[in-house]
Each structure stands twice: as C-alpha cells, then as structure tokens.
C-alpha cells in the first residue's frame, strides 16, 4: 500500500508538472518504408492539435524493434513547433544502416506524457549515399597524343566538390 500511494502520488506530481501538456498527433515524415540516405538532407514532420507555436520539442532518432530500441541521434534537442511542417535534417554518414529507423518527437519539458513516436511498423531505411562519377571524354577508344591538349570531362552524381584526375600507365 505505501509502494502505491507513492505511485500515486508520483502521477499527481507529473500531473501538475504536465498542464501544458501538448498533443503531438503523428509523425508524417519521414514516412513508412521510405529510403533516407546519409548527407542528404531529409524533412520531418509532424501533426498537433494545439496550433499554438510558443512551445519546443526535442527530435530523436531512434532504432529498434518489439520494445528494444535505443536513441541514435539527438537531430535537436529543442526547436520551435512551428517547424512541424518541415523540419530539415541530413543524417550523418555515420549511422548503421538498417531499416528499423523511426522518429520520435517530444515536449522539450520531457513531460511524461507528450511525445508522439511513428507508429509500430512505420520504420524507414538509412542507407549510404550512392556516389558515382563517370567519365564522357575521352572516350575509351580515343587516341591521346603527348604535347597535345585534350578536354577531360564527367558526369557526377553526389561526389563532392573535388576530383583527382591521374594518368596510368
């Protein structure tokens, strides 16, 4: 009996700290088995009742599945709601991949109550950014004569600023 009077009291003391508890309807991106890419910048978003834009939450990423999960990243400890219609993230090149990623947000207040998670089964993919380049010219078959000028040109596709061009023998 004392064990569940202090339960009771400890659920009054969250209620009291809780009054400006806000609903956080639903996680809407990233969305069911989407595929997210490391360094590309990626939106969340989220639903809420209260329109009400002068409170903060937090927005973590989080893996796992069947109740064992574990919090990856802090992607903000404490933004403005009105960012629920497009929060920007680029997940780092860092993270495992894998496909029981979810999102997870939260009253900055850390309020017992007022978090909203993707629901059970909405998990997404994070995979490494795909990079290529590809070289148009010369072409394979074209003749290079030393001391003449030739145009070295290619194509990329998420490669970064700088290339390393090498001759090879």
């Avoid at 997210?36 to 937090?58: A, F, G, L, P």
């Avoid at 309020?111 to 950014?129: A, H, M, V």
């Avoid at 990079?131 to 030393?146: A, Q, V």
Wanted: glycine share 6%; aromatic share 10%; proline share 4%.
């Amino acid at each position: 009996f004392p064990a569940a009077l202090g339960v009771i009291m400890q659920l009054g003391f969250f209620t009291q700290l809780c009054e400006s508890l806000r609903s956080i309807n639903a996680i809407t991106s990233p969305l069911k088995d989407a595929i997210v890419h490391e360094e590309m910048m990626q939106s969340i978003t989220w639903t809420t009742d209260d329109m009400n834009e002068d409170w903060r939450v937090k927005i973590l990423l989080k893996y796992g599945d069947w109740g064992i999960d574990s919090t990856k990243q802090t992607i903000t400890s404490s933004v403005e709601n009105s960012q629920r219609n497009g929060y920007s993230w680029t997940p780092p090149a860092n993270l495992d991949q894998g496909s029981y990623y979810y999102i997870q947000v939260k009253q900055v207040d850390n309020c017992l109550l007022g978090y909203c998670r993707s629901k059970d089964g909405d998990y997404f993919t994070i995979k490494p950014i795909q990079r290529s380049i590809k070289l148009s010219e010369p072409k394979g078959s074209t003749k290079l004569h030393t001391a003449e000028t030739f145009t070295i040109k290619w194509e990329t596709q998420n490669a970064g600023n700088f290339v390393r061009i090498e001759l090879l023998e």
